[in-house]
C-alpha cells in the first residue's frame, strides 16, 4: 500500500493531464475497447480473469534443490576470507558494469574537452588586460584533459574469472540469473507450449544455470545443453554443480557439454539460443555485432537475451534489437525473417528510448536465494530481456505489455501499456467503460504481463476519454 500511494503521489490524482515527457508517457487517453476473448478463455467463470492468457509474471521461483545441496556443500568447504563482504562487493560492480567506450567515442571526447580548457584560457586572459599575450602550456594543457577524462569516462576493464571469483560469482549471482532466464523461458513455454526444445546453446554460460532453468521447465525435451564460455574456470565450476554430489560423479540429467568456443559451422543449429549477462564482457561494439550474428545464426527457434535492469542493460538489448531486424547479410543462411517475441508488441523503436528522458524497460522476478546467512528469505532481481524468433509472428496475438505496476483502486485500474503501434499508454480502465471482463483482467494483472485487449488502436467517443467524478473512489475524491 506505501509503494501504491508514493505511485499516486507520483502520477496525480484520476483526470488529470499527464504531460508527454512525464514518464515518457505518451498519452493518458485509453485506446482499448474489449477484452479478447475470441478463444472464450473465460466464459463463465469469473476466476479464470486473474489467469487470463496474457498472464506471465511468476510469484516466485526457486533453485533446483539439487543444485542448491551443491552450492552449500562448496560454501562450506570453501576457505575464501570475508566472503560475505567479497559478495556485496562484487554484486554491485556487476551491477553498474558498463559497455567499453569506442576509440571514436573517446577521441571526440577528448577534443570537445580540450577546446573547452582553450575557451576557458581564453576567456580569463581577456579579462585580465594587463597581462601579455597567452602561450598555452601544451603539456599542462594534456594532463588537465587527461585527468578531466579519467572523472568522466567509464573505465572497463576485462574480468577474468579465476577460481575464486568463479566461486564467488555463484554465490553472488547463480540465483538470480537463474530467476530472470527461467522467467524468459516461462513466457516461451505458456505462449508456446508446443515449443519442445532438443537442443540448447548457452552463449557467457558461467555457473549453466541457463541449462537448469531449461531443464526445469522442459524437461527430458532437451537432448543437448551446449554451455560455451571462455574461463576454464567458470566450465569447471558449472561441471561440478552439474554433477552434485554423487559418487558416481555422472550429472545431474544428461547432454550436457562445456566447451570454450562456439561452434564454427554455421549449419550448427539450436532449437534455443541464450545469452545471459555477457554483452558488456565483450570489449566493443564490433565484437558484440559479430557475437550476435554468430548466435542469430545459429538460431532455429528462439533467441534469448538477458541483461542487467539498467538503461545500460536496456541501450544493449535495444542495439542487438536493431541489429538483428536490419541484417543485411549478403549470405542467407536462413530465408526466415527475425521476429520479436517478447518483451516488445512492435518492431518500431522503443518509446522509452527518448533522448530527453530515456527509460530502461525493465521487469522485476522474486525469488528464493541460495539459503545462506546473508541472504533473505526472498529476493528480487532487476532484469531486462528480449526474446527473438524465426517466423512471420502472425500467430502472435498483438496484445499490448504492462510496463509498471498496476494500480488498482475503488472503481477503476491504471494500467502502463507499451502498444503495438510503438506508444506508450496510460489506460484508465472501468467497468462501466470497458467491461466487466477486462476490468477484472486488468487489476489482476502485473507489470510485465500483457492485456489481453481487441481494438488497441481504435479511438473511443470523447465521452469516454472524461474520468466522471461518479466513478472516482473514496480515495481518489480525497486526492482531488
Same mark, same amino acid.
Given at each position: 500500500m506505501a509503494a501504491a500511494r508514493r505511485l499516486w503521489r507520483t502520477w496525480g490524482s484520476v483526470g488529470t493531464t499527464v504531460s508527454s515527457s512525464s514518464r515518457g508517457l505518451?498519452? *493518458? !487517453?485509453?485506446? !482499448?475497447s474489449q477484452v479478447d476473448n475470441t478463444s472464450d478463455f473465460?466464459?463463465?467463470h =469469473? =476466476?479464470?480473469r486473474r489467469h487470463h492468457p496474457g498472464v506471465l509474471h511468476l510469484k516466485s521461483v526457486s533453485l533446483p534443490p539439487e543444485l542448491v545441496e551443491t552450492a552449500r556443500f562448496l560454501v562450506d568447504q570453501s576457505s575464501v576470507r570475508n566472503m560475505e563482504? $567479497? !559478495?556485496k562487493a562484487l554484486t554491485n560492480y556487476l551491477w553498474s558494469r558498463k559497455r567499453p567506450v569506442e576509440i571514436t567515442e573517446l577521441y571526440q571526447k577528448v577534443h570537445k574537452v580540450e577546446q573547452q580548457l582553450k575557451e576557458e584560457i581564453a576567456h580569463a586572459h581577456q579579462e585580465d588586460s594587463v597581462s601579455p599575450p597567452i602561450q598555452i602550456d601544451q603539456q599542462k594543457l594534456q594532463r588537465k584533459v587527461l585527468n578531466a577524462i579519467r572523472k568522466t569516462t567509464y573505465h572497463w576493464k576485462p574480468l577474468k574469472y579465476t577460481d575464486e571469483l568463479s566461486f564467488l560469482y555463484m554465490v553472488a549471482r547463480m540465483d538470480g540469473v537463474f530467476a530472470a532466464v527461467f522467467r524468459a523461458f516461462h513466457e516461451i513455454h505458456k505462449r508456446v507450449p508446443d515449443f519442445q526444445p532438443r537442443t540448447l546453446l548457452d552463449f557467457g554460460s558461467g555457473t549453466g544455470a541457463a541449462s537448469w532453468a531449461a531443464h526445469s521447465i522442459w524437461g527430458q525435451s *532437451?537432448?543437448?545443453y551446449m554451455n560455451i564460455d571462455c574461463s576454464a574456470s567458470m566450465l569447471a565450476l558449472a561441471e561440478k554443480l552439474m554433477k552434485g554430489l554423487s559418487e558416481e560423479q555422472t550429472p545431474c540429467f544428461p547432454g550436457v557439454y562445456f566447451r570454450q568456443f562456439l561452434p564454427v559451422s554455421p549449419k550448427v543449429k539450436f532449437d534455443l539460443v541464450v545469452s545471459a549477462y555477457s554483452l558488456n564482457e565483450l570489449p566493443g561494439y564490433s565484437e558484440r555485432v559479430e557475437t550476435l550474428h554468430t548466435l542469430w545464426r545459429k538460431t532455429d527457434g528462439f533467441l534469448v537475451l538477458v541483461e542487467n535492469g539498467t538503461k545500460e542493460g536496456h541501450q544493449m538489448l535495444m542495439e542487438a534489437r536493431d541489429l538483428i531486424l536490419h541484417d543485411e547479410e549478403k549470405v542467407a543462411h536462413d530465408p526466415r525473417e527475425p521476429y520479436v517475441f517478447a518483451p516488445c508488441p512492435h518492431h518500431l523503436p522503443c518509446p522509452r528510448l527518448s533522448r530527453d528522458q530515456p527509460l530502461p524497460c525493465n521487469f522485476i $522476478?522474486?525469488?528464493q536465494p541460495l539459503p545462506f546467512k546473508w541472504n533473505p528469505p526472498q529476493k528480487e532481481e532487476r532484469f531486462s530481456f528480449l526474446i527473438l524468433s524465426r517466423g512471420s509472428g502472425k500467430s502472435t496475438e498483438p496484445w499490448p505489455r504492462i510496463t509498471q505496476p498496476v494500480l488498482a483502486r475503488s472503481s477503476h485500474a491504471h494500467v502502463h501499456l507499451c502498444c503495438p503501434d510503438g506508444s506508450l499508454q496510460h489506460a484508465i480502465i472501468t467497468a462501466k467503460?470497458?467491461?466487466s471482463d477486462l476490468y477484472q483482467c486488468a487489476r489482476r494483472s502485473k507489470c510485465g504481463d500483457r492485456l489481453p485487449v481487441l481494438n488497441s488502436l481504435s479511438e473511443l467517443s470523447p465521452e469516454a476519454e472524461e474520468e466522471t467524478e461518479d466513478e472516482k473512489g473514496p480515495a481518489d475524491k480525497d486526492q482531488s
Open positions: 505518451a498519452s *493518458v !487517453i485509453p485506446r !482499448i473465460l466464459g463463465k =469469473s =476466476s479464470r563482504k $567479497q !559478495i *532437451v537432448k543437448e $522476478q522474486k525469488y467503460k470497458h467491461g
